[in-house]
């Protein structure tokens, strides 16, 4: 077990590779409670949210979830986070767990609505339950016809009996449900997935597996890929950033960075060798530093050890450029590859 | 589970002693804190190693972990079947995963070292 901002999380149940492989071949199980819920309800709710999200928010119909992020006024990640647009004067955030406080403060901190911010992480269990087989499992303990949602929908349903926000997002690259409910049923509907998908070899799994299964497909974290000194342009998220919608938070940065060019940005790369690089080892480009590991794993659906990095983009471009990373005083050769490292198949 | 001939560290390294001949390895227990082994790293035939000095690493997905030299000595064979095969550590640490054989210099400290008994009391204790 782990602290994660004060919560006892298991890395692992049965292992990582066990736990990753039955994601991507069946469907597994995950707690992420830890994650942090933010409500903004009002007349002005969605002209709030649009101001210090980079998404545009009041576009989405009601019952539809987006992915965005909360910027500081340079362009720098507060946070990134998924909106869900519940009723027209009612949006619900989810939010990463160690920055909700800082996340809660920054939206109150520009609310010149007339919208109320509610940090209501405390009213909310999330599960997860991802894979191939997620649709199936869940059916069989909710009425909700899951067939009719579509990726980054939700709606208000019931899971095991229990009231519950059931939406079609995740973070492992296959398809699954996030589940959101009240705490105090947790263990229940907990056991009740864990018995709806014996017969597809459910598997409780762990932030171990939550973390490779998001890097094989490329997704940020924020601490590592993001943070307040990096841009959604640099990360390679300026597709949900949307400057047409009006003033944001953040905005004037973005349109200064992008106008003077970007000095950095996020790469994939692979290992040649079997050396595995780690968070924060330096990266070398041309025989000098260049720039730095944000994530490296080694990927259990590729077989390969792979990575994310920050590197120069004026003097690296796109994949297959050769680069060397610093693991323990020695420089191991890895290559530059397109992101994500896996896609589901269709 | 824990062999009566093997000695143990407290950095969770086993040792077995055959005439001036050393082969070290890690425990059952370190393997299963490590989880899925997916990368050892380990010196060169002929390198010095030196009792509580850095012998290698072993890496499992989520953490790299220091493997610690409970003698001193020179490393005569290193294990060939763990670069292609790393995950043999958790399958069977304590047999055909050793890691390296050392030719030990001077007495080697066994007494420093935890009988098996000991060991697993240790560990106990630990959890």
């Given at each position: ?68 992020g909360?910027?500081y006024?340079h362009g720098g990640y507060?946070d990134d ?15 990463n767990?160690s920055n ?111 973390n490779t299964?998001r890097l094989e497909s490329g997704y940020p974290l924020y601490g590592h890929e993001l943070d307040a000194s990096l841009t959604p342009v640099e990360a390679g998220l300026g ?18 960075q992008?106008?003077?060019g970007l000095t950095r940005a996020l790469f994939g790369f692979e290992m040649c060798g079997?050396a595995i690089a780690r968070d924060s080892c330096e990266v070398y480009f041309e025989g000098a530093p260049a720039g730095w590991v944000t994530s490296g794993s080694p990927s259990?659906?590729?077989?390969k050890n792979v990575g994310m990095c920050y590197l120069p983009s004026d003097r690296v471009s796109g994949p297959g450029q050769p680069i060397q990373v610093m693991i323990r005083s020695q420089l191991v050769d890895a290559v530059t590859v397109q992101l994500p490292f ?5 | ?38 990368y050892?790293d ?15 690493t072993?890496e499992?997905v989520k953490a790299v ?63």
């Amino acid at each position: 077990m782990v602290d994660f901002g004060g919560w006892e999380m298991p890395i692992q149940y049965s292992g990582i590779l066990e736990e990753h492989r039955v994601v991507r071949s069946s469907v597994g199980l995950f707690d992420v409670s830890h994650m942090g819920e933010i409500d903004i309800c009002g007349p002005e709710a969605g002209d709030l949210t649009d101001f210090v999200t980079t998404n545009h928010a009041r576009r989405l119909h009601i019952g539809q979830i987006q992915y965005s992020g909360l910027l500081y006024p340079h362009g720098g990640y507060v946070d990134d986070i998924l909106v869900h647009k519940v009723a027209e004067d009612h949006y619900f955030l989810c939010v990463n767990a160690s920055n909700q406080e800082k996340d809660f403060e920054h939206i109150r901190s520009h609310n010149r609505f007339d919208a109320r911010v509610e940090l209501t992480s405390d009213e909310y269990t999330q599960l997860a339950v991802q894979g191939p087989r997620a649709v199936e499992t869940l059916q069989k303990v909710t009425p909700a016809e899951l067939g009719s949602f579509r990726y980054y929908w939700f709606r208000d349903d019931e899971v095991a009996g229990v009231p519950a926000r059931i939406a079609r997002t995740g973070y492992t690259g296959e398809d699954g449900f996030e589940i959101y409910f009240a705490p105090s049923e947790s263990e229940r509907v907990w056991n009740e997935l864990l018995v709806a998908g014996s017969e597809f070899g459910i598997k409780p799994c762990g932030l171990g597996a939550r973390n490779t299964l998001r890097l094989e497909s490329g997704y940020p974290l924020y601490g590592h890929e993001l943070d307040a000194s990096l841009t959604p342009v640099e990360a390679g998220l300026g597709s949900f950033c949307k400057f047409g919608k009006g003033d944001f938070v953040g905005r004037d940065a973005l349109l200064r960075q992008k106008e003077n060019g970007l000095t950095r940005a996020l790469f994939g790369f692979e290992m040649c060798g079997r050396a595995i690089a780690r968070d924060s080892c330096e990266v070398y480009f041309e025989g000098a530093p260049a720039g730095w590991v944000t994530s490296g794993s080694p990927s259990p659906t590729l077989n390969k050890n792979v990575g994310m990095c920050y590197l120069p983009s004026d003097r690296v471009s796109g994949p297959g450029q050769p680069i060397q990373v610093m693991i323990r005083s020695q420089l191991v050769d890895a290559v530059t590859v397109q992101l994500p490292f896996y896609k589901r198949p269709r | 589970m824990y062999p009566d001939n093997f000695r143990y560290s407290k950095e969770h390294e086993w040792v077995r002693l055959d005439g001036e001949t050393a082969t070290i390895g890690i425990t059952d227990h370190a393997q299963e804190e490590l989880g899925d082994i997916v990368y050892v790293d380990l010196p060169k035939p002929g390198a010095k190693v030196e009792q509580g000095k850095t012998l290698g690493t072993v890496e499992s997905v989520k953490a790299v972990s220091e493997i610690y030299s409970p003698i001193n000595g020179e490393v005569v064979e290193i294990n060939p079947a763990l670069a292609d095969a790393p995950e043999k550590l958790n399958e069977d640490p304590h047999g055909e995963a050793w890691l390296v054989k050392v030719r030990v210099e001077g007495q080697a400290p066994l007494d420093q070292l935890m009988s098996a008994a000991e060991y697993q009391s240790y560990i106990g204790a630990e959890e």
